[in-house]
């Protein structure tokens, strides 16, 4: 089954439509996020890379119109217009890295009006989990302050695709490595793990388990010390890497219970026998708020291990995104409905120092100070440019983190700036909105406030 496929039933429909009416003018939609989640002060823009992936390839084969037929229980001969529909249009994009905020365009298509709706619902989920994803890991980031996290939210994340971007987005914003080694592969991320506790236990003692382990694996290694006493374990742990001389680079893994205290035992012991050069790794089921305590607290931890709460984005596993129309065929459009109004005209996002932002149109000046944020990154269905790196993407997050205030920063009660809306984009949307409210009535028949 293809990509083409991987959409809503509505897309086939509104584009078979369009078809049929020749309505192929040229439209633009606008990907935004309408509002931030709950305890976040910024977004990380992620996905891009696989959109336009994604657009490189569209095409509808003959297997995807029998699909289509088959979902809408019609004739295949009623689908055909579909045949060899491709993408051809222009995109226009945050690069993978940048913070955004609310209501600024992510990514913009201009493109034939069907197949820039067909391709609605694929770009919505491309971007949408992985902005999410991206966002809770960089807050991670933050919570550690300089500290190594690692990803290990394979088994736990929603997929194995999932698995593999919650890697590629922890590298992205930071993460010094992953626990996947297929990611690891793919986009050259350093590989790391340690052992499990059904390890240990499969041995009759823990320093069996450890001795064995060190035998096999005579570099830098690290024991899991907390299967059954973690202070024993600690203990034992400091025994073998004495013995073995395997103090400096090793580390101890705590995966349960009071990591604060624990690390600060695990630190007196190490260091009492003589190994200062001995890292403790904490995890077991962290996220940025726990990080963001212990780290403020004093815990003695030198690295933190992030699974499936990082990679599940847990506490906002999705984001508000809509794909909207804001132009068809030269004619600026908007959407009137209760609370999710939207904003006419291709738009453009001019940076401006402490990520005060305009939202402007995108054939306007930019004001002084200030940076176009999309950059067009597809023309006529073929990329602009070579492919992005991670490399690239990891310098514009870091920028863009040094430049963000410190109260959109904050893990608890984080503040998020507000875009500003230019002169001739606030122009604009009265002249639409009362253009629409001419025609058709809208906003004549509002019931009365209470009381008013």
């Known amino acids: 089954m293809s990509q083409v496929t991987t959409t809503d039933l509505y897309e086939v429909t509104m584009a078979l439509s369009y078809l049929r009416e020749d309505m192929r003018g040229p439209a633009t939609f606008s990907l935004v996020v309408r509002d931030l989640p709950p305890g976040r002060g910024f977004l990380v823009a992620a996905g891009i890379e696989a959109a336009l992936d994604y657009l490189g390839r569209f095409r509808v084969g003959r297997s995807d119109v029998q699909d289509f037929a088959a979902a809408l229980r019609r004739p295949v001969e009623d689908l055909e217009p579909l045949h060899g529909l491709s993408f051809d249009g222009e995109v226009r994009a945050v690069p993978e890295g940048r913070l955004v905020l609310a209501g600024e365009p992510l990514l913009e298509v201009t493109a034939p009006l069907p197949q820039a709706q067909l391709v609605e619902t694929y770009l919505l989920t491309l971007l949408g989990h992985r902005t999410a994803v991206a966002s809770k890991a960089a807050r991670c980031v933050i919570a550690a302050a300089g500290r190594p996290l690692l990803d290990f939210s394979l088994r736990r994340v929603h997929g194995p695709e999932a698995g593999l971007q919650a890697a590629r987005l922890g590298a992205l914003v930071g993460f010094a490595g992953t626990s996947n080694i297929a990611a690891a592969r793919r986009y050259g991320i350093a590989?790391?793990?340690?052992?499990?506790?059904?390890?240990?236990?499969?041995?009759?003692?823990?320093?069996?388990?450890?001795?064995?382990?060190?035998?096999?694996?005579?570099?830098?290694?690290?024991?899991?010390?907390?299967?059954?006493?973690?202070?024993?374990?600690?203990?034992?742990?400091?025994?073998?890497?004495?013995?073995?001389?395997?103090?400096?680079?090793?580390?101890?893994?705590?995966?349960?219970?009071?990591?604060?205290?624990?690390?600060?035992?695990?630190?007196?012991?190490?260091?009492?026998?003589?190994?200062?050069?001995?890292?403790?790794?904490a995890s077991g089921g962290l996220d940025e708020y726990e990080i963001d305590r212990l780290v403020r607290d004093g815990a003695p931890i030198d690295a933190y291990a992030v699974g499936s709460r990082v990679g599940t984005a847990s506490d906002a596993p999705y984001l508000d995104t809509a794909y909207e129309l804001v132009e068809y065929d030269g004619r600026p459009v908007m959407r009137l409905s209760p609370a999710k109004v939207t904003v006419p005209g291709r738009k453009q996002v001019f940076r401006g120092p402490g990520l005060q932002d305009v939202v402007g149109l995108a054939n306007e000046q930019p004001p002084e100070r200030t940076?176009?944020?999309?950059?067009?990154?597809?023309?006529?269905?073929?990329?602009?440019?070579?492919?992005?790196?991670?490399?690239?993407?990891?310098?514009?997050?870091?920028a863009d983190l040094a430049a963000l205030p410190e109260e959109a920063r904050?893990?608890?009660?984080?503040?998020?700036?507000?875009?500003?809306?230019?002169?001739?984009?606030?122009?604009?949307?009265?002249?639409?909105?009362?253009?629409?409210?001419a025609r058709t009535g809208a906003g004549r028949w509002a019931p009365e406030r209470p009381g008013s």
Do not use: Q
Not at 239 to 253: F, H, I, K, Y
Not at 373 to 396: C, I, Y
């Open 191 to 281: 590989a790391a793990g340690t052992m499990s506790h059904s390890y240990v236990e499969s041995f009759p003692s823990e320093e069996a388990a450890f001795r064995a382990f060190a035998r096999t694996h005579p570099g830098p290694v690290t024991f899991l010390v907390d299967t059954y006493d973690t202070d024993r374990g600690v203990a034992t742990a400091a025994r073998v890497l004495a013995d073995l001389g395997l103090g400096p680079e090793c580390a101890v893994r705590l995966d349960s219970g009071d990591l604060g205290a624990l690390a600060r035992r695990a630190r007196t012991a190490l260091d009492t026998a003589g190994l200062a050069g001995v890292r403790i790794i």
């Open 371 to 398: 940076e176009p944020l999309l950059k067009t990154v597809m023309r006529g269905g073929l990329r602009t440019d070579p492919p992005d790196t991670l490399a690239a993407a990891r310098a514009r997050f870091e």
């Open 410 to 437: 904050r893990i608890a009660d984080p503040v998020a700036p507000v875009p500003a809306a230019s002169t001739r984009l606030t122009a604009l949307t009265a002249v639409v909105r009362h253009r629409i409210e």
